[in-house]
């Protein structure tokens, strides 16, 4: 086993036992139960017939034969039965030389087992049969409540893998469709998804347009349309429509697959506050262990060697490190898999628990800021043309061009005016725009280079708008019309409407923004004065970003890198923290430590805000855990006895339960945190 405890973080969330087969914590969850249930139902006679109950109580117990029987018969069934996941992790604990939480309750009923049968026995004056009985029922059930909390925090990441439908619908050559096991199917094998279904497998849409929910993705609850070309995720619903999808990963490869995989890794691990968890779980093994060796001999010496036995298994009990060892797994398993479901996907629990100190986020422009797509932000007309006439005739011409200003250009005019004239003799002149006849009429439409090439004069009026704009660093086309400048159209790369929410969000946090992006100075400063920006680095070059993120910390500042995670690798690997958003499609981003799978800005104030409710809980445990132990080791060594209060060997293994029980249920507060952006 690894680690400290019961054998290490994951340890701590398996409770290896030698006798549970294969499973998850729902297996464990089940072991604790049962074993404690039957312990429980032996213990009631166990504690009926007991001396010391009956003169606490005043009471007689019926005798017969083999009344003497029951302590020790009993017992021996509950000390093997139910103390036997304890005795085997205490065992591999010993054996790993990393003694903890499970090595100490094992020497502690040990101890008590033996003493009460030297008694049965007549070697000895100390019986604890009952104590030693109700004890072990109670740490099976602070177990099982430990193992179900768990498994409720890492059910969601379970989940996750029954989004995939069992079954397909594989479309063959001839058009025939025949269900398959989702199972069987391969890369390149075309699909058919009908409305409510779901995707089972990465692919890219062949034919059918429609809404899909990709909720459990990116953690966004509105559908995302989708047509032909665009890229599909597996365990994504078609909502509306039927599409036809063409497999391009299953199994392993899918982006499902890839995000169970982050979860994984993230909850192995391993940030700063766990390893000083760690330690003091190791830590706390010794100081029990020397405080049940002091006690021990203390009340020895006083003559009081039957005291000495229940104060020694009463501190070893009390002392166990089991809260301190769950302080942080818990909070983890909780944290990681809720994030998961929001869109939030962690990769490295340590850049996580960072994100908290952030005090200046470097935001890249295209892709993250902006949707890195250009849309028409402006038109302006001469005065022989109206505005609808002139998107008219732009969108006409534009419709057969590949180039991405020209799809905007089309797009815009198609949501303005629906359907748009067909256009004749398009041809295309490179560097200078397009051409074609629209209506009997000659169209052109281009840039600065078009009107030179032609000695075109643009009108006055018309100059002055088309100037501001390219001070804006906005792009500019002319629309030419018989060889006349009839108007222009302003494209601008598209600021995300979320994105000033974000920007505000961070401020209000104390947080500084910078921009960084390859654009003009004036296309950067125009983004920024509309976001409200702090800083902006522009023109600069992919490879030289990693050197602005070194700028910022060495002015002290703790620096977020947030990219698009291609491009901007260098500069993720760099800062303290790295988030790559926008990758709801490929979630293996290495050079991040937190992949954002919405493209969303506002994610990353939903991880710092994660970052900070982990972190606070992850502290709170910490100090209660080692805070009841300071108060109840010297309790339960009996350093109150002189005054008449003894801490009863029962009431030490409730104490140790309930504050492990009190541990899970503050981690589980995190589950009413909000991670997503309102």
Not at 485 to 494: H, K, N, R
Not at 551 to 572: C, F, I, S
Not at 624 to 648: E, T
């Amino acid at each position: 086993m690894d680690g400290h405890g019961h054998g290490g973080e994951h340890a701590h969330l398996h409770h290896e036992t030698h006798d549970d087969g294969p499973g998850g914590h729902g297996d464990h969850a089940a072991l604790f139960r049962d074993r404690f249930w039957l312990t429980l139902l032996l213990t009631i006679p166990v504690v009926i017939w007991s001396h010391h109950v009956q003169e606490l109580l005043g009471y007689t117990a019926p005798r017969g034969p083999g009344a003497e029987l029951i302590g020790p018969v009993l017992g021996s069934v509950i000390f093997f039965y139910g103390g036997w996941p304890f005795l085997t992790g205490g065992l591999d604990e010993a054996r790993g030389r990393q003694p903890g939480m499970m090595l100490l309750i094992s020497m502690a009923i040990t101890v008590a087992y033996v003493a009460s049968m030297a008694t049965s026995l007549g070697l000895f004056s100390q019986e604890v049969w009952w104590e030693l009985s109700l004890l072990i029922a109670i740490m099976l059930l602070g177990h099982w409540v430990e193992m179900r909390a768990i498994g409720q925090a890492q059910g969601a990441l379970a989940a996750l893998a029954e989004l995939l439908p069992d079954d397909a619908e594989i479309v063959h050559d001839d058009g025939r469709v025949e269900r398959v096991a989702a199972s069987s199917l391969t890369e390149g094998d075309v699909i058919l998804v009908r409305p409510g279904a779901r995707i089972p497998a990465d692919g890219e849409v062949v034919d059918g347009a429609g809404d899909v929910d990709e909720s459990m993705i990116t953690g966004e609850s509105t559908p995302v349309s989708h047509t032909v070309g665009d890229r599909v995720v597996a365990g994504t619903v078609a909502t509306d429509a039927s599409l036809r999808v063409r497999v391009t990963a299953t199994g392993e490869q899918t982006t499902l697959a890839g995000i169970q995989r982050m979860v994984a890794d993230a909850q192995a691990s391993r940030s700063r506050t766990q390893v000083l968890a760690d330690r003091a779980a190791a830590l706390l093994f010794y100081v029990a262990l020397a405080a049940g060796a002091v006690t021990a001999l203390v009340w020895v010496a006083f003559g009081q060697p039957a005291f000495a036995l229940d104060r020694t298994v009463t501190v070893l009990i009390i002392a166990c490190p089991h809260a301190l060892g769950l302080a942080i797994p818990l909070v983890t398993a909780i944290s990681t898999t809720k994030s998961a479901r929001s869109g939030v996907l962690v990769k490295d629990r340590l850049a996580l628990e960072q994100v908290r100190t952030v005090d200046a986020v470097l935001f890249d422009k295209t892709g993250t800021l902006t949707r890195g797509e250009h849309v028409v932000t402006d038109i302006a007309t001469a005065e022989n043309a109206d505005e609808d006439q002139l998107l008219r005739l732009a969108g006409a011409v534009e419709a057969d061009s590949e180039h991405p200003l020209a799809r905007a250009v089309h797009a815009h005019a198609r949501r303005q005016l629906g359907p748009l004239p067909t256009a004749g003799g398009f041809r295309s002149m490179t560097g200078r725009g397009v051409e074609a006849e629209v209506d009997g009429a000659a169209v052109a439409v281009g840039g600065p280079a078009l009107l030179r090439e032609r000695d075109l004069q643009v009108p006055d009026g018309l100059a002055e708008r088309t100037r501001a704009w390219a001070e804006r660093g906005a792009a500019v086309l002319h629309v030419v019309r018989d060889g006349q400048v009839i108007g222009a159209l302003s494209l601008e790369d598209e600021v995300r409407e979320v994105s000033r929410q974000a920007v505000d969000d961070l401020h209000a946090a104390g947080v500084k923004v910078v921009m960084i992006t390859g654009d003009a100075r004036q296309v950067a400063d125009a983004v920024a004065a509309e976001l409200d920006i702090d800083e902006v680095f522009a023109e600069v070059l992919p490879e030289d970003k990693d050197a602005k993120v070194a700028e910022l910390q060495a002015r002290g500042l703790t620096v977020a890198m947030v990219g698009d995670g291609v491009n901007d690798a260098p500069a993720l690997a760099r800062a303290d923290v790295g988030i790559a958003i926008g990758a709801g499609t490929d979630v293996a981003v290495e050079s991040a430590g937190i992949v954002l799978a919405s493209d969303d800005p506002r994610g990353v104030v939903a991880v710092r805000r994660l970052s900070a409710a982990s972190y606070r809980k992850m502290v709170q445990n910490l100090w209660w855990a080692a805070g009841y132990n300071l108060v109840a080791i010297p309790l339960a060594a009996g350093v109150l006895a002189p005054i008449g209060f003894v801490l009863p060997m029962a009431l030490g293994a409730v104490l140790m339960s309930t504050s492990t029980i009190i541990v899970a249920l503050n981690a589980q507060l995190l589950r009413r945190v909000r991670l997503t952006a309102a």
